[in-house]
């Protein structure tokens, strides 16, 4: 195996021949956004997107610790580290990371058939099928084990209705991983099957949903009659609850850590919140010696480096078996709040400028912008109370909250945006 | 949450009908793709209900309902709040303050009876001394035509088409004065700007030789910096109370969204975290009011601690204002975040308040200083 050196090196060669530089005054990322991207301006950056992911396949650089059978390269998770050092500066496709990489090419690995892995997971690598997930519901994210939408079987297939909600990029997705309820009988975690669904099939019906900050890149799915053959299943009937427990975990790892995830999480650079970005500002404002500015300032980059050593220290001893994978709620919350405090920052150093702004102001309206969406970044992902939930119960095992869903899920309470009868 | 007499009472109430059938959330959500959402008509019949009558004494053509205006007016300014409505209260009312104050005989004549009776509206193009949009000040030149105002103003509130704008510009030898500007005056040039409030739009304003009589002078030549700091304070009580209007509105849809939303077979205010969460946000925003209501009361009076109560007000309701919003749409998970729920609504009005004329930061900067003085050890 090419030791870790080696590869940096090699792919600091092949990464100044061949990626383009990121441009840190354009934050192409659609949730970030300030300028309202239309829909055309969203395909074409999903375009360079899937161009990118081919050409990183071509040099060797994609899927760096997946197996080579399946188009991987059989590496470790340090080459993989090396190599997302080396590509900071560099375009790379971010946007996809999140959720094609993680967590669905992540569950495929661990689920997924011989076939299924060989029909897929090539394919993804080398950018041609872009993964979304079909898991939150309008009755329900956090509960994810409370899904409704029902798989029924019929033969050799399986009919799929129900509804799916805030599905990033599922109006360009190609491929869906979705949870549905095969059995209504059993206690909630027993009757749940994971699919893979093609986001093109029949009687799947998708609407854009518009973010406060006008991008339009969540989507509501409806799915009346969708016929997903068995070969289609991931993992076993009823067992789905196994296969999210993974999909979950490796989700959470989008704050860092995961062994799947090219370059820095879901973002090819931190924006107006970086941190050389902030400093800008305040020097333009007049305010960069003020005390005051600089302990927000200095709050702001102690939250990132802090973020960078504990998401280090965490998967380190995950992958020591020092801590238990649960723990990676713990960079998750941290990752949640600090993004969260960093919008509040920015809109403190901004001022007025922040809330009103020119129409060349991008930043400004970035920063503005920013700011309404910021809890995105305590949602997105599973929520932060719920990261609170795993680290006390299951990472400190301290005792459970009562629970009122241990009966048949037919019979457990549902509030009224569930829609669903199990009929 | 204000009123006190029946008369407040019937002042709310009739304002709140109002906006409430004017200004739906969903109207407010349209009205955000236009590019001038201000209504002329449906702005007068608000006046009508005694909008900018408030801070004007009676001989002057206005008139409190409960003796102190700026109790009365906290009562609108919350129910703006409550709605996000679109219309320059807040600057209107103050520039009427001012004028009532400081005017002449003519400025109550015609300026003032235009704002009273909702023909006009106007704006106070504030410029903080520094940060992000301290604006480069403007300067005044006395001629025989009267004063020629030039430079720029980084914000003002837009409005009626033609409004009136209440500048401060500082003369040869440096004292700062006011003048009341027709925004339609020769001269002035504005450009609009962008931001987070749907309905409320801001414009940066360019004079270059604007030339007004020197009748439009508002208080003795030199007066300005001791009158912007009456004017800051009403601005940041008025503030503060719309901000306690998007408070109780937010925290009141998600207390019923904790009854209604189900998890784990639970509704998410059974669960201890979520009551202490909700525990906490109705205890600031009671603060809020409290210390709101406080500062209303003081400043309406002109009592010595008036200046004190008003940047605590500001200080505090513009920090926890936003910050208690941003936990309601936590608790409402990925549905907060979207365009078609209501909540960032109040989000960005709260936002906006807290921002303008001064943050929260420069609120408690100001109190600091107000209470060393206090202390005599001050500056
Ligand atoms: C940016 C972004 C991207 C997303 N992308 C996807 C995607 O691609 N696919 C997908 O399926 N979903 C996606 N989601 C949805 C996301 O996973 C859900 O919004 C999230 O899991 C919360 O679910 P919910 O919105 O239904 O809120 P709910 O589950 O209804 O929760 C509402 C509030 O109650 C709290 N709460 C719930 N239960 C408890 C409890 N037991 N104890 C304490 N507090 C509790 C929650 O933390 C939250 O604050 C995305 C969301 C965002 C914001």
Known sequence: MIDVDEFATRARGWLAENLPPADPTRDTFFLHAATHPTDEEVLARAATCRELQRRLFDGGFAGICVPPEYGGQGLTPAHQAAFNREIRGYDYPAEIQASTFIPCMAVLLEFGTEEQKLRHIPRMLRGEEIWVQLLSEPGGGSDAAGAVTTATRDGENWVLNGSKVWTTSGWWGDWALCLARTNWDVEKHRGLTVFSVPMSAPGLEIRQVELVNGSKDFCQEFLTDVVVPDTDRIGDVDAGWGVMTRWLYHERTISGGSPYVTGGGNRPNAGPYDIGSLIEAARAFGTLDDSRTRALLGEAQTNVLVLRALVEAVTRKMAGGALPYHAAAMTRLFGGTSNARRAAIATELYGEAGVVWSPDEETAAQVGLGYLTRQAACIGGGTTEMARNVISERLLGMPREQRADTVAFRDVPRGPQAGGSGA | ?379
Not at chain 2, 42 to 61: I, M, Q, Y
Not at chain 2, 81 to 89: K, M, N, Q, S
């Open chain 2, 1 to 379: 949450m204000f009123t006190q007499t029946a008369d407040q009472d019937l002042l709310e109430a009739t304002t709140a009908d109002y906006l409430r059938v004017t200004w739906t959330p969903a109207r407010i959500r349209e009205l955000s793709r236009l590019d001038s959402p201000f209504d002329p008509a449906l702005w007068r019949r608000g006046v009508d209900l005694g909008w900018t009558a408030l801070l004007v004494p009676a001989d002057s053509g206005g008139g409190s309902v409960s003796g102190n205006g700026l109790a009365d007016l906290l009562a609108v300014a919350y129910q703006f709040g409550r709605h996000a409505a679109p219309g320059p209260l807040i600057g209107t009312n103050v520039v009427a303050a001012a004028l009532a104050r400081w005017g002449t005989k003519e400025q109550h004549g015609g300026p003032l009876a235009e704002l009273l009776d909702g023909a006009a509206t106007a704006a106070w193009g504030y410029a903080p001394r520094t940060g992000p949009r301290s604006g480069n000040g403007l300067r005044a030149v006395s001629s025989d035509d009267g004063v020629a105002l030039t430079g720029t103003v980084p914000l003002v509130e837009t409005g009626t088409a033609s409004g009136y704008l209440l500048l401060a510009a500082a003369d040869a030898q440096g004292l700062r004065s006011h003048y009341l500007v027709p925004r339609d005056a020769p001269g002035v040039r504005t450009s609009p700007l962008r931001g987070i409030d749907l309905t409320r739009r801001y414009q940066s304003v360019t004079l270059q030789d604007a030339t007004v009589s020197a009748a439009a002078r508002v208080g003795e030549p030199g007066s300005a910096d001791d009158h912007d700091e009456l004017l800051l304070d009403l601005t940041a009580v008025l503030q503060a109370a719309e901000i306690v209007g998007t408070m109780e509105r937010a925290f009141t849809t998600t207390l019923q969204w904790t009854h209604d939303r189900y998890s784990f077979g639970r509704p998410l205010g059974s669960y201890q975290e979520i009551k202490h969460r909700m525990a906490d946000l109705r205890t600031q925003l009671e603060a809020s009011a409290a210390v709101t209501a406080k500062a209303a009361r003081h400043v309406g009076e002109g009592s010595p601690d008036a200046r004190l109560w008003a940047s605590t007000a500001k200080a505090y309701a513009g920090q926890v204002g936003p910050e208690l919003i941003q936990d309601c749409v936590q608790l409402h998970g990925g549905i907060g975040v979207t365009f078609e729920h209501d909540l960032h609504i109040y989000l960005r009005r709260a936002t906006v308040n807290a921002q303008l004329f001064g943050t929260p930061a420069a609120f408690t900067d100001r109190l600091v200083s107000l209470t060393e003085t206090a202390l005599g050890g001050g500056k």
